[in-house]
């Protein structure tokens, strides 16, 4: 909410889209008329297919860009009144490429939040599943990492960045699933980790796992940059549309 020098704390993570409509190039629009909402704690899925506008949609709900028509709320209060700098701190991100740095996983984790102690830091750890393994490195939570964190695995660097994450502690989250195979059994520990994430906030999630969209709340199809259905897996299993389609042939991947 806002105080008295304008600054925004997002307290709920009620964000609400009206007649968006949206183009990099605002002659060529690639959104159209989106219309969507989502209540604290919601889980929203984005599925389509490629260009269809799933990361558009998250570059607006963090407002890397301003939209041409319609509005775009934060518990009540127009995107447009919020200060990036106050909005990005209110939203939590996880996007498939993780960025670490040169640094301990100590401060890589707190890097979600710069004040966090060290106990905090831990605490998120804990909470998503990292703990374990950064135990087992040489020097623990005071490992420094080289570079960009290559000393590690790709699961473990997520894991990291979940951490981050919720050492932020964000009322609502963007969350962009891996798609980049990892072993099984990393696999189910940073699904575990993403899962204790998500609890109690609302998210957007672009989800490559069925298991992550089957247990969202809602669902949004989007095709050429419009919604063409929405609502809970099993009801758009019941319309025998687009999801139903994308759902049956990607179980046939399996
Ligand atoms: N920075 C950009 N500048 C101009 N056009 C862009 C930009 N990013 C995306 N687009 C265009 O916007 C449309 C939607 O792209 P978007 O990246 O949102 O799709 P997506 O659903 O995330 O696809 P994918 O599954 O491949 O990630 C596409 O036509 C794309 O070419
Ligand atoms: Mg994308």
């Given at each position: 909410m806002t105080s008295a020098d304008g600054r925004y704390t997002m307290l709920r993570g009620d964000v609400r889209f009206t007649n968006v409509t949206f183009g990099y190039n605002p002659d060529?629009?690639?959104?159209?008329?989106i219309t969507w909402f989502a209540k604290p704690g919601q889980k929203i899925a984005l599925v389509g297919a490629?260009?269809?506008?799933k990361t558009t949609v998250t570059n607006l709900i963090n407002r890397f860009y301003d939209i041409q028509e319609g509005q775009i709320l934060y518990d009540g209060i127009?995107?447009?009144?919020?200060?990036k700098a106050d909005l990005r701190s209110s939203l939590g991100i996880v996007l498939q490429d993780v960025n670490l740095f040169t640094g301990t996983v100590m401060d890589n984790i707190r890097y979600g939040r710069l004040d966090a102690t060290d106990e905090e830091c831990i605490e998120a750890a804990k909470l998503t599943n990292a703990d374990g393994f950064i135990r087992m490195?040489?020097?623990?939570?005071?490992t420094v990492l080289k570079g960009d964190g290559s000393g590690l695995s790709q699961g473990q660097r997520q894991l990291i960045s979940i951490a981050r994450a919720a050492v932020a502690d964000p009322p609502a989250m963007i969350l962009d699933e891996a798609t980049s195979s990892i072993d099984t059994r990393t696999e189910e520990v940073v699904q575990a980790g993403m899962d204790a994430l998500m609890e109690g906030r609302t998210v957007f999630v672009i989800a490559h796992r069925l298991s992550t969209v089957r247990n969202s709340d809602v669902i949004m199809v989007l095709d050429h940059g419009r919604i063409i259905e929405r609502g809970s897996h099993d009801e758009l299993i019941a319309l025998g549309g687009e999801y139903y389609q994308l759902y049956t042939g990607a179980v046939e991947l399996e």
């Open positions: 060529k629009p690639v959104l159209h008329d490629t260009g269809a506008g127009d995107v447009k009144n919020i200060r490195l040489p020097d623990g939570y005071q």
